[in-house]
């Protein structure tokens, strides 16, 4: 560089640094959807020529009423002599903030009143991600010149986080998700306590074309024999304003038969504070809302299906015990899965219990182990030892008859007579004597 650019260079220096008052660059974080403010202020005068831009394109000019359409003219031909290169060739250009056809002019303006007072603010309403970027808001007044830059953010907050078990991909996962947020936000895993295996998370952030909005998913598989372990989803913003903790815990499944009281646990992690209580049910279909529990009342609402089915001790709720008394339960309406959900400012926890409500004939089995077969075994061995004895006894009975009934002498006994061949030699038939020779005797009757 020669030694007059130089010179000319250190004049244009001075020359600017004199008529432009420069301030360092203000950041602002504008939420998607409502109003974003962009401060500029400057020493008003008589005329007040008031410009922003956005990355060099033009949102929005704004001339004070007391300046007049030639003033306003001489202003704009100064202003195209000085930057005409740099304005008129990234006017040109397309801008994010253009796109489709919005117009600035719809969305942004400023305040008259304060313009007269040295204010410049502009307002930007229903700010989007698209409205992002480095603004420059340029005063001319009579007095000279004042520059100064915005450098804004869009934000779409995390205004909840949801955690579920799912069964969708054909085996069990913990699904942690969130929607209607921007930018895209940082995902992490842990577990309590610490498990032995690492988990795996798959996440995914799609955006909407439309909108530039993310829905952010994210699933780790579940882990086998580590029962009662509670998985942990903590979701931080990129700018690292917000950060959101959900946890998720799977407890023992509970069985019992029809007709008998169970209680369905669930336990508030120690860090929540006055958190909100909610239980709903799943059987095969969307959740049914059962009960709600408000920390600042200190009231708890049924729904009126639920009514004289559950109750729930609100005095333990605060202590973190939202345990669930089912009362006389139904095999088909109340078997499905209990989930309660406990939420505070950027945190919520959920404990799923699934619950089996057997029928009546099934209770023994299901429930516990039942004591009547041994009642019903003992009332057949004694009617089994009652008709052995009465058996014995009978049988004992009929012998001892027998023995004790003596043949009795009759007037009429038949004689067997004895045939001659049957006789043995030298016997004599008693109705024979000795000497007949064989002989019968007959003797005469007193009739005869």
Same mark, same amino acid.
């Given at each position: ?41 400057? @020493? ?10 956005? @990355? ?45 056809? @919005? ?138 304003? @917000? ?17 008998? %009281? ?18 709903? =049910? ?17 009231? +708890? ?30 095999? %088909? ?65 009929? =012998? ?27 016997? +004599? ?20």
């Amino acid at each position: 560089m020669s030694l007059k650019q130089t010179w000319v260079w250190l004049l244009l220096s001075f020359v600017g640094s004199a008529t432009q008052d420069k301030t360092p660059d203000t950041h602002v974080t504008c939420v998607v959807a409502e109003d974003c403010v962009l401060p500029c202020a400057f @020493q008003p005068s008589s005329n007040n020529l008031v410009r922003w831009f956005r @990355q060099e394109a033009l949102v929005l000019s704004f001339l004070s009423a007391d300046s007049t359409e030639e003033e306003e003219e001489e202003e704009e031909e100064e202003d195209d002599d000085e930057g005409s290169d740099e304005d008129t060739e990234e006017d040109g250009e397309e801008q994010p903030g253009l796109e489709h056809g @919005q117009r600035y002019d719809d969305r942004a303006s400023v305040i008259p009143e304060l313009v007269a007072r040295g204010n410049a603010t502009l307002v930007l309403k229903g700010c989007g991600p698209k409205d992002r970027g480095r603004y420059r808001c340029h005063v001319r007044t009579a007095t000279g010149a004042h520059e100064s830059h915005v450098l804004v953010k869009v934000e779409a907050p995390l205004r909840s986080l949801n955690m579920e078990l799912s069964r969708l991909s054909g085996f069990e996962e913990i699904k942690c998700s969130t929607r209607h947020v921007y930018p895209a936000p940082h995902v992490t895993w842990e577990t309590d306590p610490p498990a032995s295996h690492h988990l795996r998370p798959i996440t995914r952030k799609l955006a909407d074309k439309q909108t530039g909005m993310y829905v952010v998913e994210s699933r780790v598989r579940r882990l086998r024999n580590h029962p009662e372990i509670t998985y942990v989803c903590k979701v931080t913003s990129s700018y690292g304003m @917000q950060s959101w903790t959900a946890s998720l815990r799977e407890r023992a499944e509970i069985s019992g038969p029809e007709r008998r %009281d169970i209680s369905i646990p669930c336990h508030a992690p120690p860090h929540l504070r006055d958190p909100f209580l909610s239980w709903t =049910f799943t059987h095969g279909q969307d959740p049914a809302h059962i009960l709600a529990y408000d920390p600042y009342s200190r009231l +708890s609402t049924v729904s009126p299906p639920w009514e004289g089915h559950i109750k729930m001790d609100t005095y333990r709720v605060p202590l973190g015990d939202g345990t669930l008394r089912l009362l006389d339960p139904d095999h %088909d309406q109340h078997t499905g899965v209990y989930t309660c959900t406990y939420s505070a400012p950027y945190n919520t926890h959920t404990e799923e219990t699934e619950v089996t409500i057997s029928h009546v004939a099934e209770k023994h089995s299901s429930w516990e182990p039942s004591h009547w077969w041994i009642v019903a075994l003992v009332i057949t061995l004694l009617v089994i030892a009652l008709a052995a004895m009465l058996t014995y006894l009978k049988v004992k009975g009929s =012998f001892s008859t027998t023995r004790k009934q003596p043949e009795q002498p009759t007037e009429m006994h038949s004689v067997k007579v004895s045939t001659p061949e049957e006789m043995i030699p030298g016997e +004599s038939s008693p109705l024979t004597g000795p000497e007949s020779g064989g002989e019968t005797t007959h003797t005469p009757s007193k009739d005869a």
